[in-house]
């Protein structure tokens, strides 16, 4: 079962997907996401960030109530799952890094930082601000 911390985190990336703010993902809403994180990075990116957001619908929509829209109980069904699945993990989280390191330093800027962030949340974001875990 997701803890306080991570059901905040997780409702907190589902808003940001949530592209038409009706309470659900949808197949659409992945592809928004991989077309605004796509306009703020280098040309040739376009293919794995759909590949990315594809593989992760795939899997919540197997997840889901209703394999059609995913609502955020059902995207917390998968995150009680992820550690039965560390390779996708892990794949996931190294094509994402490599996704913001625009650079290819091996490091996260600010700037790239706030560009996927803004990019998640399709509009300026103050990502200065430090949020502290519980």
Excluded at 28 to 55: K, N, Q, T, Y
Excluded at 118 to 134: C, F, K, M, Q
């Amino acid at each position: 079962m997701a803890s306080t911390f991570q059901r905040g985190k997780v409702e907190l990336v589902f808003s940001a997907m949530d592209a038409d703010g009706d309470g659900i993902l949808r197949e659409s809403d992945f592809e928004a996401l991989a077309r605004r994180w796509a306009s703020v990075r280098a040309a040739g990116d376009e293919e794995r960030l759909r590949s990315i957001m594809h593989g992760w619908w795939g899997t919540l929509a197997a997840s889901s109530r209703d394999p059609e829209s995913v609502a955020v109980e059902d995207v917390l069904t998968v995150v009680d799952l992820l550690s039965r699945m560390p390779d996708a993990v892990a794949a996931t989280a190294e094509v994402m890094f490599e996704a913001v390191d625009e650079d290819g330093d091996g490091r996260i800027s600010p700037a790239e930082y706030r560009r996927m962030i803004e990019a998640w949340n399709g509009r300026s974001t103050d990502t200065a601000r430090r949020v502290l875990a519980p």
